[in-house]
Each structure stands twice: as C-alpha cells, then as structure tokens.
C-alpha cells in the first residue's frame, strides 16, 4: 500500500496475506526497515494478515530531527492499528522492535495477542555509549557505522556465506536517515523497562542468539524471567537472527502463533 499520513505524519505500510486472516504486526530493528522481514512473508502471509512499517525514523517513515522515546514509538503502533481500523494484532518485533513489543504488552496489552520479543533487552546499555553514537552519526553520517554493526550484527560464518543478505542490510544502514537513528537511539538510551514488564500478561516467546553480542543471552532471558510464563527459544545466529537462520525463526514464530 502507499505511504499513510497517520497524525499527521507519513508511515511506510506494507501488507501481506488474507484480509481476513488475524493481524501480525512486525517491527523492525534500529537501523533498518520493513523489508528486513521478507524471508519470513511467504510463510506467516498464508495464516496470517502481516502488517510491517518502516518504524519512525527509518526508511521512508516519519524521520523528525529530534529525541524519541519508546512510549512514542509505541504510540506509533497503536495509531498503525487504529488508521487501519485493527483492534488486536500479534506482535513481532526485532532488537528495538522487541522493546517497543515491551512497551506495548506494558501499556497496552489489550491490543496485542500474542507477543514475540527477538533479540532485544529491557536495559540496553550506559548512556554515554548511545550519546556517543548520537554524536558520531550527527556529526559523520551512517557511513561510518555500517561495518561495525554488520560485525555485531551476523557471526563472522554468516558474512562469509551469505555475501547478499549482508549486503542487503548494508543498504539498509547506510540509507536510514541519520537524524531518525539519532531519534531511536535516543529512545533506546532511556529506556528502563526491567521492572514495567513484570506486569505482562499475554504469552510471550522470548528468542534469543547464542552468538548475539548487541543483546546478549543474558539479556533475553532477563526479559523471559521477568513475564509470567514466558517461553525461549535459543538460535545459532547473532543479532539479526531472523535472517541469520531464518527457517529456523520463521517455524518457531509459527509454531508459537498458532499454538
């Protein structure tokens, strides 16, 4: 679909599968877009109405030259819904996706099914290590960061063996509005969500990468001991696990789903 004005603001949408089928909603990470999610579409599209947006920040969404939070990215999500007239949707989100998935399930559980947080942390980090990444990309641009996060982000095999995928993300990175990666970072700096969702109350599947070092194990079962009931699952991938091993992500997500 095209770009929706939601609040005044445009948001890249894209939806895949049967009108009629229940909602996922996806989310991206810091630092890419709606498109990181493809190698999943096929299959998820068939059981389910697969709603992705590029979040604020990112690719052709909203890109304001100021601090976010993640109560508004969440926000976001909740107005998504509401323009598409969507009152409860699962929810998938990746590394910042999985924090604003956090929020939502905190804030706003009623419009969420079932959750999946994937290699993401309710804490993430000192401050000075976001403010000095706000510095570097206001001051430099993406360019610079892009191969320091394609090392975090696949194991060192993965870039040796899938050259297409990596570089796909590469674009990504490099063409995400610097102001809108400042934005997020921001966002991500001041988060504290480690106490909030000890409330959660919907199911919950935590995925986490053996070989993440962005948001480490201990992180996503941080998150996993802190929500009542909340399952993991462990893959052999880094940050991205999604596209690191994505049959393996797409069948637990799956299998979770229509549990």
Same mark, same amino acid.
């Given at each position: 679909?095209?770009?929706?004005?939601?609040?005044?603001?445009?948001?890249?949408?894209?939806?895949?599968?049967?009108?009629?089928?229940?909602?996922?909603?996806?989310?991206?990470?810091?630092?890419?877009?709606?498109?990181?999610?493809?190698?999943?579409?096929?299959?998820?599209?068939?059981?389910?109405?697969?709603? &992705?947006?590029? !979040?604020?920040?990112?690719?052709?969404?909203? *890109?304001?030259?100021? /601090?976010?939070?993640? %109560?508004? =990215?969440?926000?976001?999500?909740?107005?998504?819904?509401?323009?598409?007239?969507?009152?409860?949707?699962?929810?998938?989100?990746?590394?910042?996706?999985?924090?604003?998935?956090?929020?939502?399930?905190?804030?706003?559980?009623?419009?969420?099914?079932?959750?999946?947080?994937?290699?993401?942390?309710?804490?993430?980090?000192?401050?000075?290590?976001?403010?000095?990444?706000?510095?570097?990309?206001?001051?430099?641009?993406?360019?610079?960061?892009?191969?320091?996060?394609?090392? &975090?982000?696949? !194991?060192?095999?993965?870039?040796?063996?899938? *050259?297409?995928?990596? /570089?796909?993300?590469? %674009?990504? =990175?490099?063409?995400?509005?610097?102001?809108?990666?400042?934005?997020?970072?921001?966002?991500?700096?001041?988060?504290?969500?480690?106490?909030?969702?000890?409330?959660?109350?919907?199911?919950?599947?935590?995925?986490?990468?053996?070989?993440?070092?962005?948001?480490?194990?201990?992180?996503?079962?941080?998150?996993?001991?802190?929500?009542?009931?909340?399952?993991?699952?462990?893959?052999?991938?880094?940050?991205?696990?999604?596209?690191?091993?994505?049959?393996?992500?797409?069948?637990?997500?799956?299998?979770?789903?229509?549990?």
């Amino acid at each position: 679909m095209p770009i929706e004005t939601i609040g005044g603001e445009p948001f890249n949408i894209q939806i895949d599968g049967p009108a009629d089928a229940p909602v996922l909603l996806l989310s991206n990470s810091l630092g890419t877009n709606l498109t990181m999610w493809d190698p999943q579409i096929p299959a998820w599209s068939r059981r389910f109405r697969v709603l &992705r947006y590029d !979040s604020r920040g990112h690719g052709q969404s909203t *890109a304001p030259d100021r /601090a976010y939070s993640i %109560a508004e =990215l969440g926000a976001d999500a909740i107005a998504i819904l509401d323009h598409l007239g969507v009152e409860t949707a699962h929810w998938c989100g990746l590394s910042k996706g999985g924090m604003v998935g956090q929020w939502l399930a905190t804030h706003a559980r009623k419009r969420l099914g079932r959750v999946v947080l994937a290699n993401t942390g309710a804490l993430m980090g000192p401050p000075e290590l976001w403010n000095g990444r706000i510095r570097n990309v206001r001051e430099n641009g993406m360019a610079g960061l892009v191969q320091p996060t394609l090392e &975090r982000w696949f !194991s060192p095999a993965f870039r040796e063996r899938d *050259a297409a995928t990596v /570089a796909k993300v590469s %674009a990504m =990175l490099a063409t995400t509005p610097p102001q809108g990666y400042a934005g997020c970072c921001a966002a991500i700096r001041d988060m504290d969500q480690r106490e909030a969702i000890r409330s959660v109350a919907n199911p919950v599947l935590v995925i986490i990468g053996k070989l993440d070092p962005a948001t480490p194990p201990a992180a996503g079962h941080l998150i996993a001991s802190a929500i009542p009931g909340a399952r993991t699952v462990e893959l052999d991938a880094a940050h991205l696990s999604n596209l690191e091993q994505p049959e393996a992500f797409t069948g637990v997500v799956l299998d979770f789903l229509t549990a």
